[in-house]
Structures are given as structure tokens and as C-alpha cells.
């Protein structure tokens, strides 16, 4: 069985070729939104039952973490936008874990046998656009708060110092995207080896330690997202951290 660190290609529609890490985002994206429409129609504020108890736990644990870091204010801004990295990330990296998950191999349009699904954040595309998002949701935030001369003002100060500002601002996604895709695609080689190695008892150790990873994984690009996010809106909430 060959690994290989790109996505396989899988269909074509088109010039836009569709690959296995596509596939799984998508099935990934329509059961959020099927959860999201299930809570929405079930959701009550007399009697919430364990399935609105579970989503709103998982919403105020985001909602604190937000707040702890950015300060109260900030915090509720940008919960919508690190909130859905949170539950997109550990719903992607905990789907790529279910039994039976790369079970299922197809021909592609090349002729190739290659897995229909794939885990989604094993693909460096996935990881980086929304690293992009979120240094492109920095960017954003530090002209509105401080205006386009007072960011450039910050950005250039002292001005032999710009080109390190602008490299640590492009290291921010590199930290990001490389970290979360480091992460999956080795957790994903190594149940890929031990499942050929060992095919019961010890993978399902490393299935456990993966979903621990896979969260952790979540949280970690979560925080840092909050963190650039709240120095670049200078928060005076928030606390001061060394960006990874």
C-alpha cells in the first residue's frame, strides 16, 4: 500500500479535479450542518435535553476559551470564526478515525486504485486556507483597530525591523498549517502501519491516542488563532504570549 503525502485524485467535473481529502471535507461540512439543523429544531429553553446540553457545552467551552484570551469583548467577536475552525477541525480529525474509514478503494480517471475518503487535515491545502483565514483575519482586524498608517506605522517600527515583522507575519501560517497537517498525516501513516503490523488490539490504542491528538490538535490551532488575532486588535485583555 503505497502513502503518499499529497491527496489522490479521485474524479474530475471538468478542468477541476476532485480528490479523496474534497470528498471527506464535504461529508464533513453536511453533517455539521445536518447537527446544526437538528439543534435548531430541537432547541428549547425550558427543558434542553442531552443533545442541546452536548452542543452548548461544546459552544461555551469555545465561547470561555475565547474570552480567557482575547478579553470579553474581542472574545465574542471573533468566537464565530475560531469556533468553526474548533468544531470543523475536531470533526474532521475524529471522522478520520471511524471504523471502515479508508476501507473503501475506487479507480480513479487515471486508472489508479486509490482510497475513496481520506482525513481532511492530512491535506496541506485544507490546513492552509484556513491558516490564511485566520492571518488573513489578523491582517484585517489590525488596519480596522489601529487604521491603515497606524498599522503600517507598527509594522515599520523600527524600520530595520520590518522585514523580521513580515516574516514572523508569514511564519504565523506556516506555524499553523504545518503543524495541524504535520500532526494528522503522521497520526494517519502510523494506525496505516500498525493496522498492517498488528490488526486488532494495539491499533485500537493508537485509535485513542489519535482522538486525543485530533483534539488537542483542534484546541492548539484554536488558541493560536484567538491569540494573533487578539495582539493584532491589541486587546488589553488579553495576555501577552509567545507566538509558536
Known sequence: MEITLAAEPVARLGDVVITNTMITSAIVVLLLL???????ARLSTD???????????VLEFVLNLCEATAGKELGR???PLVCTFFVF??????????????????????GHRVPLLRAANSDLNMTLAMALIAVGTVQVLGVT????????????TPLFLAPIHIISEISHVISLAGRLFGNIFGGEVLLLVMYSILPYVVPALFVGLEALFG??????????????????????????????
Request: net charge neutral.
Open 34 to 40: 445536518a447537527v446544526a439543523a437538528v439543534y435548531r
Open 145 to 156: 483597530t489601529r487604521g491603515l498608517a497606524g498599522y503600517l506605522k507598527e509594522l515599520a
Open 47 to 57: 427543558s434542553p435535553g442531552r443533545f442541546q446540553s452536548l452542543i452548548e457545552s
Open 89 to 110: 477541525i475536531l470533526t474532521a480529525n475524529w471522522f478520520g478515525l471511524l471504523p471502515g474509514f479508508s476501507a473503501i478503494w475506487v479507480v480513479n480517471f487515471e
Open 215 to 244: 483534539f488537542i490538535q483542534a484546541l492548539i490551532f484554536t488558541v493560536l488563532s484567538v491569540v494573533y488575532i487578539s495582539l493584532a486588535a491589541g486587546a488589553e485583555e488579553a495576555p501577552s504570549a509567545h507566538a509558536a
Open 77 to 79: 467577536r471573533v468566537f
